[in-house]
């Protein structure tokens, strides 16, 4: 039976930060997060500088690219203080999100067909420095198709909508955004794009997704931060792994009936 590509999980340590900086002192430490993430199972950091700082700050990014032995992922406006800082950190990649100062989290996707030209040359440096770039971005094609000829290796689904409904019960909603992550998974990967998934993902949400072979990444944060309170970060990340891995198992399945003759 065809197996379906590993599955990677980036654990993201903002609220880490966010915590700590309710207090405004230097615990908990979001790098120290880090390499329990990483000793626990996580194959990669996750962290969002911010142009107003509010959680992760300048010198917890410089500390998690020395620190850490596993690839950090530096999610980031398309800002030019942004693109100085990350062409100086030279994280593993970067994940170009859309911000809004008044937001409390990132509320939608990217509008890449829309700021084409704007991206462009922010896509075109960070490739040439040798930054994996990434593109977060909702799962619709104009999106998919318009990401592939900006050259960004990587696009990241926003998970949100689909996540929100399934927490809310919105079975008809839930079922409708779960189509259209699927119709996008399959028509990034056939446009030679990596594909990851994250926001709002859970125990739950994260096993069903990891379902789909197309899919490589899942980068979850909040909820993972928020169950550590209870259970301990490590405890959370060994939890978190069983349940994409369980999914995966699913992956396998779909991908067999996707290739019946074992075709690629």
Same mark, same amino acid.
């Given at each position: 039976m065809p197996k379906a590509p590993p599955l990677r999980l980036g654990v993201n340590v903002d609220h880490v930060a966010t915590l700590r900086n309710a207090r405004a002192g230097e615990r908990p430490d979001p790098v120290r997060a880090a390499l329990v993430a990483i000793e626990a199972g996580a194959d990669g950091i996750t962290a969002h500088l911010r142009e107003d700082r509010r959680h992760i700050r300048d010198e917890d990014m410089a500390r998690l690219k020395a620190e850490i032995a596993k690839p950090l992922n530096f999610e980031m406006a398309a800002t030019a203080d942004m693109l100085r800082t990350a062409l100086a950190t030279k994280p593993h990649a970067v994940c170009l999100v859309p911000e809004r100062r008044e937001?409390?989290?990132?509320?939608? %996707?990217?509008? /890449?067909?829309?700021?084409?030209? *704007?991206?462009?040359?922010?896509?075109?440096?960070?490739?040439?420095? %040798?930054?994996? /770039?990434?593109?977060?971005?909702? *799962?619709?094609?104009?999106q998919i198709e318009m990401a592939a000829k900006l050259r960004a290796p990587v696009i990241e689904i926003h998970t949100g909508a689909w996540c929100d409904a399934v927490v809310d019960g919105q079975a008809a909603k839930a079922d409708a955004e779960w189509q259209r992550i699927l119709a996008g998974a399959a028509l990034a990967r056939s446009a030679g794009l990596e594909v990851h998934a994250g926001h709002g993902l859970d125990y739950a949400t994260a096993e069903k997704i990891a379902s789909i072979p197309e899919i490589v990444e899942l980068n979850i944060g909040y909820y993972m931060i928020g169950e550590a309170?209870?259970?301990?970060?490590?405890?959370?990340?060994?939890?978190?792994r069983g349940a994409m891995d369980r999914g995966r198992k699913l992956a396998g399945e779909n991908h067999a009936s996707r290739n019946p003759a074992g075709k690629r």
């Open positions: 937001e409390l989290t990132t509320e939608g %996707g990217l509008d /890449v067909a829309g700021a084409h030209n *704007a991206l462009a040359p922010f896509i075109a440096r960070l490739n040439d420095a %040798g930054v994996r /770039v990434s593109l977060f971005i909702a *799962a619709e094609p104009r309170l209870f259970v301990g970060l490590g405890q959370t990340v060994r939890t978190m």
